[in-house]
């Protein structure tokens, strides 16, 4: 990170501090992260600061504490910022870096299903057990039991699996 070097500001007269961070993703990732929180007119307010979640005053009022505690934290570019309890504000005890795909998981309107001691969201039972999370979805809005939702293989497997036995008896019959 660049160092942090004095300013004035001919706007309003007033000192500040210039972190040379204005741009990058890592800005931008601060930036949104205020407008979800602290606009109303933000198309994401209602999620945030509408549920009352809230940046803590120390990255609301300082970015470079924000820069400063990504870094420490783990910051690169390929990960994104998460609130660890979806619930809880945004602050350095709340928030971690973590991948795209592992914050698809912690989600509010993930469907969290707990099945023999493991839980998982729709999307990774899918990739656990090679079945489509739509399939898996679809099933539970048809009433089917935990149970059967992760233990059936889908049909057109079942489909394929007795058409390959079906003409491994035709050929010993014949």
Same mark, same amino acid.
């Given at each position: ?18 972190h040379g ?20 007119h933000n ?41 660890i309890n979806? #619930? ?9 870096? /973590?991948? *795209?795909?592992?914050? =698809?998981?912690? %989600?509010?309107? @993930? ?30 809005? #048809? ?9 059936? /293989?889908? *049909?057109?497997?079942? =489909?394929?699996? %007795?058409?390959? @036995? ?9």
């Open positions: 990170m660049e160092k942090l070097r004095p300013t004035h500001n001919c706007k309003n007269g007033q000192f500040g501090i210039k961070m204005y741009g990058t993703r890592l800005y931008h990732i601060w930036n949104g992260m205020k407008g979800r929180c602290l606009n109303p198309k994401d307010y209602e999620d945030y600061g509408g549920r009352g979640i809230k940046v803590c005053n120390e990255w609301a009022d300082d970015s470079t504490s924000f820069f400063r505690w990504a870094m420490h934290a783990g910051y690169n570019d390929n990960l994104t910022i998460d609130r979806n #619930n809880y504000d945004y602050c350095p005890a709340n928030c971690r870096w /973590i991948s *795209s795909d592992a914050q =698809q998981r912690n %989600r509010r309107n @993930n469907k969290i299903i707990t099945f023999n001691g493991e839980s998982h969201c729709l999307a990774e039972w899918g990739r656990v057990l090679g079945i489509s999370h739509k399939t898996i979805y679809s099933r539970i809005r #048809n009433g089917w039991s935990i149970y059967d939702v992760l233990q059936v /293989i889908p *049909s057109h497997r079942n =489909q394929l699996y %007795r058409n390959k @036995n079906r003409r491994a008896d035709d050929g010993k019959s014949k």
